[in-house]
Nanobody
Framework: QVHTVESGGGLVQAGGSLRLSCAAS????????MGWFRQAPGKAREYVAA????????DYADSVKGRFTISRDNAKNTVYLQMNSLKPEDTAVYYC?????????????????WGQGTQVTVSS
């Protein structure tokens, strides 16, 4: 079982940067694939990025490709999301999630464990 806690959200101007962290508990963290999702008010939860258990493989939604970078440090049981060149449309609650399989990695239902989320607000 994995328990995750996100942090690092906040208010930033358009063009700015934020780094989100997702601290996970559990000795099996390194065996889980991890994903970042976001949800804006009135919208469905949206896939942002994913990273496999070793960190050797990553994937991004087209909307964030080239601006966001997902990474992990298994020694620290932490996953990161570096967000650069932020836009107002990036405003949302950001969630990290853990999955034992990446078969449907862009689908929230693929993930077994979720954090409580961290708010990111980008002003224009």
């Amino acid at each position: 079982q994995v328990h995750t806690v996100e942090s690092g959200g906040g208010l930033v101007q358009a063009g700015g940067s934020l780094r989100l962290s997702c601290a996970a508990s559990g000795r099996t963290f390194s065996s889980y694939h991890m994903g970042w999702f976001r949800q804006a008010p009135g919208k469905a939860r949206e896939y942002v990025a994913a990273i496999n258990w070793s960190g050797g493989s990553t994937d991004y939604a087209d909307s964030v490709k080239g601006r966001f970078t997902i990474s992990r440090d298994n020694a620290k049981n932490t996953v990161y999301l570096q967000m650069n060149s932020l836009k107002p449309e990036d405003t949302a609650v950001y969630y990290c999630a853990a999955a034992s399989s990446l078969y449907y990695y862009t689908n929230p239902t693929n993930y077994d464990y979720w954090g409580q989320g961290t708010q990111v607000t980008v002003s224009s």
